[in-house]
């Protein structure tokens, strides 16, 4: 059965206040390197990510940004880097694809395409009991893109339902190779 995937993470509804600094400073994101950040799509324990546009290729992306919290831990950078580069090595239909990595000043962040569905976690929680058949497909789909990822020597090391991405068009995509091994 052949998907089709789009290059394009759920984007919230857009919020009144502007999305604040990753580094916690007191001042909205505008740009981060050379992309116009759009909205902050979600924090998290390594930082935030964002929805941005890259004027070079005129495209909508995701920006993962570290947080200046996180990178207070001497070995935090290099994690934050080895998640980027696990995952630029993976190109796979069913992998998150990771298109660059670039400081920002200090600030470490990567840019990877934008998935437009949600984390099987918050299909779980909030949407329709799954189908056998549905159920079935996201196994073989999962199955695959780890299978690859195996055979490139990368080890996810943390396969969740939040780290499993649901795409719109019924494709799946495996997120956050931060605790990957190589």
């Not at 505008?30 to 930082?47: N, S």
């Not at 200090?106 to 189908?131: A, C, D, I, K, W």
């Not at 073989?140 to 499993?164: S, T, W, Y």
Request: proline residues 5%; glycine residues 8%.
């Amino acid at each position: 059965c052949s998907r089709r995937t789009s290059p394009t993470i759920a984007l919230k509804k857009r919020s009144r206040e502007p999305d604040m600094h990753p580094l916690g400073k007191d001042m909205p994101v505008e740009r981060i390197g050379k992309y116009r950040i759009q909205q902050l799509i979600a924090r998290g324990g390594m930082g935030a990510l964002y929805l941005a546009h890259d004027p070079d290729l005129d495209r909508e992306v995701a920006i993962k940004v570290m947080s200046e919290s996180i990178m207070r831990d001497e070995q935090a950078p290099e994690r934050f880097y080895r998640e980027a580069l696990a995952a630029a090595r993976l190109q796979h239909r069913n992998i998150v694809t990771v298109f660059d990595f670039a400081h920002d000043g200090e600030t470490p962040y990567f840019v990877m395409e934008l998935l437009r569905g949600q984390n099987l976690s918050q299909r779980l929680q909030h949407g329709p009991p799954l189908t056998m058949r549905m159920k079935l497909d996201l196994a073989m789909q999962l199955c695959e893109g780890l299978h690859f990822a195996h055979g490139e020597g990368v080890i996810h090391r943390d396969v969740k339902p939040a780290n499993i991405w649901l795409l719109d068009d019924g494709g799946v995509k495996i997120l956050d190779f931060g605790i990957a091994k190589s």
